[in-house]
């Protein structure tokens, strides 16, 4: 096991060999790297000091300039903080006791047996034995409001904190997790949502995604792009040079574009991309039954191109447009056309403008996104329950499904909107990015791009 600790400029970090010994490497201004020649069972690097536990329970810790004293007993785990040192003893009991003078009291431990703790620099979270989070101290950024649910494993940062659940997955919350809600500051010329996900593109090209990053989904390359669009648990960008990137989940190779030159890019959410070549060409790769086989079918040249929820739709250069796969379009007829539709959309259902204004959607209606829906607009994005579209005022309005606030749109006039699976996120005509809807914490943008 590997502890990283320090500050930005005095980092350190220690190891545990196979063996039971530790090696530190890094800064060593006051002896945090000066491990004891022992044999541990588990080690934790802090601020400035860092601790292990010897294979009989024993406390060991060094560092702060001497200063730091090992807490007395037998112990399972360790985590050395800021201020504090916090311990699991081996009867499941918990043990906080600050390493040097510190002005913040410790307020009495809560009770039980617990698995695991976390001491970030004026909070603490502790992980019971049935699975449930305890936290207490400073809560200036909600850092000590921990999730419902059943976690194995904790970990406190300065001013937010992280938990492993039970199922596997990871949740943070506190100043800069993905719980933290709000956009990016900053001017955009484009946004897309996706499942649990979303991306947006600045004016300089450089591309900002958050939310959900199980598969790399947000883990957004450097450099700058002419476009971004986002699936279910990948993304695809459209590079200066007309090249395509793709980054995150590619159990249907949707991550691995083809080699050339493109004017356009668009994700779906059932695994697949496709793509315009620079010569008009439809390009798409990944994809699931029966997707994988419609898009072989369609030959022609296109102006634009768009991927939802397993089905995807094209518009010809004559203004035909053309629609394949399932989902959203009639799984009976692959492909289809539907005549005068010259902007088009599709998510769990497809919405197209006829005249450039003129609103038609079509598929599943389950929550009255086809029937209830506006008249004139001059921009539509087909979610995925739900659809947006901006009237000619600059007004968004949405309709269907709304069990996550994502019809309420925020006031103001836009240039831009994308409806994604419980969210919606839109640009202002300031180059704001604004999102709302989906309470899911994966979703929110992180405080660090607001």
Known sequence: MVSVGGTFHTPFACALRESGEIDCWG??????????????????????????????????????NGLVEPLEGEFHSVDAANYYTCAISVAGELVCDPWVWTWEEIEELPEGRYLSVGAGQSHFCAVRESGELQCWGWNDYGQA??????????????????????????ECWGKGSNRRTG??????????????????????GEIACWG???????????????????????SCALSQSGAVVCWG????????????????????????????????????????????????????????????DGAACGVRPS?????????????RRHPFSVEGVDVVSVGSHVCGLRGGENLVCWGPDQEDQIRERPSLLRAVSAGYGHSCGIRR????????????????????????VS????????????????????????????????
């Open 27 to 64: 800064n060593n201004e006051i002896g945090q790297l000066e491990a004891p020649s022992h044999h541990y069972r588990f080690v934790d690097a802090g601020w400035d000091h860092a601790c292990a536990i010897r294979e009989s329970g024993q406390m060991d810790c060094w560092g702060g």
């Open 249 to 308: 989940r590619s159990a249907f190779g949707q991550t691995q574009p083809p080699v050339g030159r493109f004017t356009a890019v668009s994700a779906g959410s059932g695994g697949h991309t496709c793509a315009l070549h620079e010569s008009g060409e439809l390009v798409c790769w990944g994809g699931r039954r029966p997707f994988d086989n419609d898009h072989a079918k369609l030959s022609g040249l296109f102006e634009s191109i768009d991927v939802g």
């Open 145 to 170: 409001e921990p999730p419902e649910g059943a976690f194995s494993v904790i970990g406190a940062g300065w001013w937010h904190t992280c938990a492993a659940r039970t199922s596997g997955g990871v």
């Open 212 to 234: 959900d990053n199980s598969d790399g989904q947000s883990d957004a390359p450097v450099g700058a792009y002419t476009a971004v669009t986002v699936g279910w648990d990948h």
């Open 393 to 416: 005022s600059g007004e968004v309005v949405c309709w269907g499904d709304n069990q996550h606030g994502q019809l309420n749109v925020p006031p103001g006039t836009y240039q831009a």
């Open 183 to 204: 956009s990016p500051d900053g001017q955009f010329r484009s946004v897309d949502a996706g499942i649990r996900h979303a991306c947006a593109l600045w004016e300089s």
């Open 319 to 331: 203004g035909e447009l053309v629609c394949w796969g399932g989902g959203a379009v009639d799984p």
């Open 419 to 450: 409806a994604g699976a419980r969210l919606s996120c839109g640009i202002r005509d300031t180059g704001e990015v604004v999102c709302w809807g989906a309470t899911d914490p994966a979703i929110h943008v992180p405080e660090e791009l607001r």
